[in-house]
């Protein structure tokens, strides 16, 4: 029988296992605890020799639910769910990584990620920020205690496009585990195991979720990394498929001893917005290359920020890797604009922090999300002062192209 497509398995991926009562959705599951009929039971999940539930910290049906069609769209073996996309950068890193270790970053990455590893960085884990857009950074960072590389797909807010083939090649040559953040360009347009990915971590809030209406976080297992040679695994997780002993790890070090869950009522958003992912993914690309070849062309912006534009110094490399080259792209104003002014003429757009959602969001960057790096750092990193960050809705295009265009007028 023919493979489902991408939408049609995802839209009937609950009905794929047995629901409750012949629900068209798996039903949402508040249980905090859960019950045994056999005591034995309850002993073989809690040493995990038996699939189940037993707390609803560690999952529910629900999370489970969303879980399977996580896998299902990025073609893993297993995910964990997580409250949030931090929660689930948080947990995994905590899990595996051990002080003296060294992890290899983007210098492009989200600015919550970034603050993350300087703190693991002040507990004993070393941290390297590279620039990812060359495989040959990461190969003059290595380390003989380098045990995890972490990048994104297209970086926020600037949108470099990481060596994600170079890279995992690099990591599958050194037997590093290869983490690569697919939010920004999520299942649909990019499936990082093609590059040997051996986590694939996904902040559902944005893309998968898109209604804004739901946090949530996923790591996903691609099968790609040799577990049974890692050292960092505790024996008693070493339990059945090797393959998946390194989320088991995560499931039980990081989601159960940590506690960034995933709630059940959120999960059944998450759920329900992913049947959609398709649909609007191909809204918002269409969209973002009008927006951005309109910003190209403007008097009142310096520079634009976005992949599917020629002039991008990875725009072929971007084209070969994703079907789509997303929603997010940045600009900068010409020197004398008032980049805030600009926030006031908008009648469509919407200043927010988020990105990711069916509504056009903006934000300035330097005064908002790269505010704490000061202007040196923000040098640094390419932020210029005038920076805009657009997350490019499914609104029709010529209402957007008019928002812009007023706002620009003066």
């Known amino acids: 029988m023919k493979e489902l497509g991408f939408t049609t398995g995802n839209l009937h991926c609950d009905r794929a296992k047995s629901t409750e009562h012949g629900a068209v959705h798996k039903p949402i599951h508040n249980s905090a605890a859960f019950g045994f009929t056999d005591v034995n039971d309850l002993v073989r999940v809690f040493q995990g020799e038996q699939a189940g539930f037993v707390y609803g910290r560690q999952g529910t049906p629900t999370t489970m639910a969303l879980e399977d069609r996580i896998t299902r769209m990025e073609q893993g073996l297993a995910t964990a769910t997580f409250g949030s996309g931090m929660g689930a950068i948080s947990a995994t890193l905590l899990a595996l990584l051990r002080a003296g270790d060294h992890l290899i970053a983007s210098r492009f990455l989200f600015g919550n990620t970034t603050s993350l590893f300087e703190t693991l960085a002040q507990i004993g884990i070393a941290v390297s920020f590279v620039d990812t857009t060359d495989a040959a950074h990461v190969a003059a960072a290595l380390r003989p205690e380098t045990r995890m590389v972490f990048l994104e797909t297209i970086a926020n807010p600037c949108t470099q496009v990481a060596d ?44 998968i979720g898109g209604h804004g209406n739901a946090l949530g976080g996923a790591v996903t297992e691609t099968g790609c990394f040799d577990w049974a040679a890692y050292p960092h695994l505790y024996d008693f997780y070493k339990k059945g498929n090797p393959a998946l002993w390194g989320l088991t790890q995560i499931r ?86 008032d980049c805030l002014d600009i926030f006031r003429k908008f009648r469509i757009v919407i200043p927010s922090t988020n990105l990711g959602d069916n509504r056009t969001l903006a934000l300035p960057v330097a005064q908002t ?31 957007l192209i008019a928002d812009f265009a007023a706002a620009l007028a003066q």
């Not at 869950?261 to 049947?275: K, M, Y």
């Not at 990193?381 to 295009?397: C, F, H, M, N």
């Open 164 to 207: 994600l083939q170079g890279i995992g090649q690099l990591c599958r040559e050194r037997a590093l585990i290869y983490v690569v953040d697919n939010t920004v360009t999520s299942p649909y347009l990019f499936r990082p195991k093609n590059v040997g990915a051996s986590l694939v971590i996904n902040s559902l809030t944005k893309y």
């Open 252 to 337: 039980k070090k990081g989601l159960r001893d940590i506690g960034a869950t995933l709630g059940p009522e959120s999960a059944h958003h998450l759920a329900v917005g992913s049947e959609t992912l398709a649909l609007r993914m191909e809204r918002i690309c269409a969209n973002a290359q009008r927006l951005a070849e309109f910003l190209a062309a403007h008097p009142q912006v310096a520079r634009i920020h976005y992949p599917g534009l020629d002039t991008h110094q990875q725009y072929e490399r971007a084209r070969t890797l994703f079907s789509g080259c997303s929603g997010i792209l940045a600009f900068e104003l010409r020197e004398g604009c």
């Open 369 to 399: 999300i790269y505010f704490e790096l000061g202007p040196q750092r923000r040098a640094e990193y390419g932020i210029a002062e005038s920076l805009i960050r657009v997350s490019v809705g499914i609104e029709d295009g010529d209402d």
